[in-house]
């Protein structure tokens, strides 16, 4: 599996759609989560985007899981960022070969 960096940012445009979608959102975080595909998300403390950390088998397969989270789907992120990512120290590194 890779290591990816998905960076979601939220424009003012679509707040309505983010309090609507912030729940089932959760939901599906942490059935992910439980999963091990999310190892870890959150938003920015700004309020402008969040940070999900996905182990998936390639880049298709992370904007595959994406269109099922509720929030992306459902108009609440205004931006999209994937970068493959190795983390070398720490917990998430465990996840490399």
Do not use: C
């Not at 599906?28 to 920015?44: D, F, M, R, T």
């Not at 880049?59 to 989270?69: C, G, P, R, S, W």
């Not at 999209?80 to 990512?85: G, N, P, R, Y």
């Amino acid at each position: 599996m890779t290591i990816f960096a998905v960076e979601y940012v939220y424009g003012p445009e679509a707040e309505e759609a983010r309090v609507e979608h912030r729940p089932q959102h959760r939901e599906w975080l942490a059935a992910q989560a439980e999963a091990e595909v999310v190892l870890a998300s959150g938003p920015y403390a700004d309020g402008a985007g969040a940070l999900l950390i996905l182990n998936a088998a390639d880049e298709a397969a992370v904007h595959e899981i994406l269109k099922q989270d509720p929030m992306s789907a459902g108009g609440g992120v205004t931006g999209l960022k994937v970068s493959e990512w190795k983390p070398v120290i720490g917990q998430l590194s465990k996840y490399l070969p």
